[in-house]
């Protein structure tokens, strides 16, 4: 398996895991067809910028055309102050197989390596079993539950922190 940058060839997987009604349960709905180029576009200038690290999961790096989803470490800015994130979907064919948690932990992975992005959070919604899951098995803390914010819906979620330099669980 192998992480690479998203680019704008990606509308298609970017469609199937945002536009649908079972990969958008937990994540208050499908999203409408209408603008997910423009989302892949920012999402690949990002990531070719390094400004954030937008991948997609490949399971087999030698057919780098299938997707198994997305994981993406960005920062923004709180009323605390910039707080890294990290996020993750995965599509329902290669779901079960812990594809989800060894792009986490690749990503977080790299995050040590490279010294960067600091304390690392996830908000998966509280009954997103997986999710929550691939947090407390990579060594995150559970902080508590927050309403968070995503695609302009208010969703209840865990909050959890992991520092990849110190908390990352082999």
């Known amino acids: 398996m192998r992480l690479r940058n998203v680019t704008p060839d990606d509308v298609d997987a970017y469609v199937r895991m945002r536009c649908d009604p079972v990969m958008m349960a937990e994540l208050g709905g499908p999203l409408p067809r209408e603008g997910i180029e423009d989302k892949v576009r920012r999402d690949a200038r990002e990531a070719a910028a390094d400004l954030s690290w937008s991948k997609m999961i490949v399971p087999d790096p030698d057919a780098p055309e299938v997707a198994a989803g997305h994981v993406t470490l960005w920062s923004h800015d709180t009323d605390e102050g910039p707080l890294s994130e990290i996020g993750w979907m995965v599509l329902p064919e290669f779901q079960g197989r812990g594809v989800g948690k ?52 208010v969703l209840h979620s865990n909050h959890w922190a992991v520092d990849p330099r110190v908390d990352l669980r082999r």
């Open 102 to 153: 060894r792009a986490v932990r690749m990503l977080l992975e790299q995050a040590r390596d490279e010294n960067r992005w600091g304390v690392v959070h996830a908000f998966p919604a509280t009954g997103n079993g997986p999710s929550n899951g691939i947090c407390r098995s990579l060594g995150f803390r559970l902080l508590g539950q927050v309403d968070v914010t995503f695609a302009d819906r």
